[in-house]
């Protein structure tokens, strides 16, 4: 299957600082990427969709100030935390798929675990 | 609005034994996709197996196999010759065909291989 890499993958940041995340796909070209925040013990759950070259659409409750996406090219998304908080501390996600092909399947990067102290 | 739905928080198995994994779907279409997905400790998601809605064979992965029961709307996993690194959390997954948003999932079903 296809590689999507995501870094780093723990990150431990001072609270009220940023972190970034990168999402890379690196042997296909990924129309939309998919960010997930995952609680212990509890499924993948969706924070925001995007489209190369456009606007994240935010899922709702998801802060998009505080969330910031940057999917600027077809194999790299960004997610940066923005003055992090101790509550932001979780799992994060992201996935990445070519939406021109009629192949609907999703690929995983490694995660990333973020504590925020 | 889809939804999935595993009802099986928790189960075990002894290594070598057959396990089934459950889910079952809600949607009006006729044309999606259904997957199973692996989240071992090192929470890396790894795809097991896909079936595409108008195939009326079950997909099959060496041990790894499907119940789909379109009429039912239910996808069941099937693991036999369980083994020790089969330890992981199974998420089931759904998307409509031609969709561009995400995957459905469900709550996942905790699976522990025992020795």
């Known amino acids: 299957g296809a590689v999507v890499s995501q870094h780093p993958s723990r990150v431990i940041c001072k609270s009220g600082t940023s972190v970034k995340i990168e999402c890379r796909s690196l042997?296909?070209?990924?129309?939309?990427m998919f960010w997930y925040r995952q609680f212990p013990k509890q499924s993948l759950m969706l924070m925001a969709t995007?489209?190369?070259?456009?606007?994240?659409?935010?899922e709702q409750g998801v802060e998009k100030d505080k969330f910031l996406i940057n999917h600027a090219s077809l194999t790299l998304s960004t997610l940066t935390v923005t003055s992090a908080h101790p509550e932001d501390s979780s799992f994060y996600i992201c996935?990445?798929?070519?939406?021109?092909?009629?192949?609907?399947?999703?690929?995983f990067g490694q995660g990333t675990r973020l504590t925020v102290v | 609005a889809q939804t999935v739905t595993q009802s099986q928080p928790e189960m075990s198995v002894q290594e070598a034994e057959t396990v089934t994994l459950s889910c079952t779907y809600d949607?009006?279409?006729?044309?999606?996709?259904l997957f199973w997905y692996k989240q071992p400790p090192s929470r890396q998601m790894i795809l097991v197996i896909r079936q595409e809605a108008y195939k009326q064979q079950n997909a099959t992965e060496n041990r790894f196999s499907v119940n789909f029961q379109k009429a039912a709307k239910s996808f069941s996993l099937k693991i036999s010759d369980s083994q020790l690194g089969d330890t992981a959390m199974y998420f089931c997954?759904?998307?409509?065909?031609?969709?561009?948003?995400?995957?459905?999932f469900g709550k996942g079903t905790k699976l522990s291989v025992k020795p």
């Open positions: 042997d296909f070209q990924a129309t939309t």
């Open positions: 949607t009006s279409e006729s044309n999606y996709y």
């Open positions: 996935s990445a798929r070519d939406n021109r092909l009629m192949n609907t399947e999703a690929f």
């Open positions: 995007s489209n190369e070259g456009s606007k994240a659409t935010y």
């Open positions: 997954a759904f998307i409509l065909g031609g969709s561009q948003g995400n995957l459905i």
